[in-house]
């Protein structure tokens, strides 16, 4: 180690992998994953959002799952949580829909109206 | 880098180990890929928790849920349930105790809402071997501040401030050694980290180095710079395996990223770092026997002075500094000393780690700020005495400490307060005894620890601890004579002033310390030949309650020795003459109608 920055630059990459651990993420994007929505293709909604946030190194987005909400017939789905903010429920999602929702939402804060169950019903 | 969305937290600390916690992480890792989700949750294998009372344990993030004795078994269940659906296995959970409501995650814990961790503050939250995992909580920040920013006399300030004081036991001022350290003239000095953590019961520093063993690292390097050492030395026992394995791990990967070895920071300053394994001898935690053993003699003391800081190790200026109070150092320099200082009390600054065990519900280790009461410790973290029994007596200190009796437990924990009500701080093991245990067979415990780990380098404490031995086995047997008590005394104080080192000026205070505050039980076992707790077997006699006793004859069918004898449907007896006091009988009789006084 020759310098300060050297020791910076590894504890910034280190904190990447940390992070979840270290302090509660801010944003959560939670997906229903009981077998109503695994046999609806919960799964591949998951692995999108987090290939999607992985790739767009969004360090404050927690993905995590979560059980039946009740709404079987609306599955896949997913929950957006942001701070400050009431959550959002995305329905009948699929890969590219959770992709767009982490473009849209997560990044730039702009609801993606036509998957919101409140479009839907 | 890859991204997990799920971190699995795994204690493999020696606790968890040993009740099975590497067996947990195979069968995690198995099952993740059988699931194909091992690309998303990653599993990590990190330090102490502290609850080892419920280990193995198990924390998965990002929720934080927190699982306790979890088995092989288990693990499907947290995978299938938690991990692929997302649904908290509350079965699993934390058992909550008493008033606790069903909680999911740690902090909110009765056991670790009161505890502060500073010197414990990455165990159980890094991989303690990853050197990444520790700089990303900021570790090596403190070195790199103290090389670049502050000279060693600064360095000195900055803990003198703090008001740090060593936690090994005696609770010398940080500061001040490290100052005899740095005015010592010498053209090599050294430092050495003291992680012969001999207290039976005791497992704090085992603790720290397991989880965090960089934290011991940096902060030898930055005593290394205050005093102007470029060679430090961990001591350890060898009966710490995983401890040592990852000291090592830690040492080789520090190397690697030039944190320790020539020129770090490109300061020019030059610090490395080696293992040194002690056999277990209790006199080597004591600092010039370990010296001594670190340059391949016998682990016997030195008289003082010269003291360490002007003649230590090689005859050279070494200061020895404990593995708790090391890993306070990195904190204080990057938090800054007022921090530091404003927990804790007047002069017992910051916190102290303590091992609890004993007769305790949430047996384990917490680290609390200074000045919180022993009432606090025991009842609202440690969750007070199990089966409903009564609080005795806490013994603090290990075999230097004494006990301190049910009527003191509001004292304030500092060392000053211990040492003022005859115990003593110590390394930090805590042992809760209640109302089965006898206060007399306590103090022949640790003596007997004492006097088979006296170097035998000094006559009051080769011959003096064995005279008092004696005396207390006597009197435990029930052969106790009118005058042992003052002799004990008598011998104690003697051998307090006589010993050549540590271990021997205090192994008397268990006895003196249970005199002081139990002589009615030794009164009682010398004079009744009676022991009040109903633990010493010589004075213990069993008998039959023949209003209780149904006259089954199923007492004198397990009695190993044909003591008990009777007719059918009428009330047995036992034959104190025979009985050897086993207490077969008393385990098998289903009505209550044996008793033990």
Known sequence: MKSLEELAAIRKKALEDIDLRKKGTEKRVVVGMATCGISAGARPVLSAFVDEVNKRGLKD???????????????PIAEVFLPGQEKVTYVHLDAEKAKRIVAEHLVNGNIVKEYTIGYEE | MEFFRSHVLVCGGTGCTSSGSHKVIEKFEEELKNKGLDKEVKVVRTGCFGLCEAGPIVIVYPEGAYYNRITPADVPEIVEEHLLKGRIVEHLLHKPHGDEELVTTLNEINFYKKQTRVALRNCGVIDPEKIDDYIGFDGYKALGKCLTEYTPEQVIDVIAKSGLRGRGGGGFPTATKWKFGASAKADQKYVICNADEGDPGAFMDRSVLEGDPHSVLEAMAIAGYAIGASQGYVYVRAEYPIAVQRLQIAIDQAREYGLLGKDIFGTGFDFDVEIRLGAGAFVCGEETALMESIEGKRGEPRPKPPFPANKGLFGKPTIVNNVETLANIPVIINKGPEWFASMGTEKSKGTKVF????????????????????????????GGIPNGKKFKAA???????????????????????????????????LIVMDEDNCMVDVARFFLDFTVDESCGKCTPCRVGTKRMLEILERIVAGKGEEGDIEKLEELGEAIKDGALCGLGKTAPNPVLSTIKYFRDEYEAHIREKRCPAGHCQALLNYSIIPTKCKGCSLCSRVCPVGAISGVVKQPFTIDHSKCIKCGACMEKCKFGAIEKK
């Open chain 1, 61 to 75: 987005v927690a993905v995590t799952q979560t059980g039946c909400i009740g709404l079987c017939r609306y599955e």
């Open chain 2, 395 to 429: 013994q603090t200190g290990g075999p230097s400490g004494g006990c301190i009796p049910a009527s003191l437990i509001d004292t304030k924990i500092d060392y000053d307060n211990l040492l003022a009500i005859g115990s003593m701080m110590g390394s930090g093991g």
């Open chain 2, 355 to 382: 091992a609890l065990g004993g007769k305790i519900v949430n047996t384990g280790l917490v680290e609390i700020p200074m000045g919180t009461s022993l009432r606090e410790i025991i009842y609202d973290i440690g």
